[in-house]
């Protein structure tokens, strides 16, 4: 339990420590290629005057000739050299802009506590997924999960614990559905599941999988409750009110938590 207090509270810290470092690497390379870009001109600089100056003072006739045999061919290994540098550099820059893309991404769009994709992400795919219902005519199913007294699991075991709970049940989530669902931590102790093409059956498999989850603490084990409710996507209907219905059942349980996992309600609505 020690290692998952430690990953919990200093994953923020990481993920954001870790941004930091790749944005002072790709400073530090643009530094020291504008820096060389100067000296490499400098020296350019220096080495035509160098060569030019006793030329012009000794009354050298031939100047071209000069510069051919002896400056032209140095001058132009310096600039070939310093052109492979940009390229390398230009290179290595362009590989750290990446990976700051994709950190700053994955911290757009991913719940840092469980590594699950966040309100923001969810929300926006739904919308997509709504304009995709419409135009196909596809169903299209949302289901909202809400963890029963999860508070108190806070309050008697510690955030840290509370975390992993989370983590795990957000790992149990994912391996409940399809590969073309898309699952959320919405906030909380909220998650949330967008649905396409889905049955009753379908979700009566996704709500029977997550049934008996057990979460093993130092203490104790904690057994992992839920309340569930669904609701289908209504032609015209908007997203706000798409999620107020979905919600409707997961909110009634918190004002009356029951000792079921999955409520009386939903069964009503399962079985209607």
Partial sequence: MDAIQSVTSEASAVANERILATIRRADRREWWLWSCAISVTLLLAVGVASFALPALLLGVDSLDAFFLDHAARGLLALVLVFNIYVVYEQIQINRIRRELAGSLYQMAVLDPVTDMYNRRYITDRLEAEIARCQRRGSPLTVLALDLNSFKQIND??????????????????????????????????????????????????????????????????????????????????????LLERADEVPYANKRNPSEHFVSPIVAEQLTS
């Fill in 156 to 241: 008697e075991h510690g955030h840290a614990v509370g975390d992993y709970v989370l983590r795990m049940f957000g790992q149990h989530l994912r391996r409940s559905t399809r590969g073309s669902d898309v699952v959320a931590r919405y906030g909380g102790d909220e998650f949330l599941a967008v649905l396409p093409d889905c049955d009753v059956e379908q979700i009566q498999y996704v709500l029977h999988r997550l049934d008996g989850l057990r979460v093993e603490s130092a203490e104790s084990g904690i057994d992992v409750r839920y309340s569930a409710g669904w609701a289908d996507y209504i032609p015209g209907e908007s997203l706000e009110k």
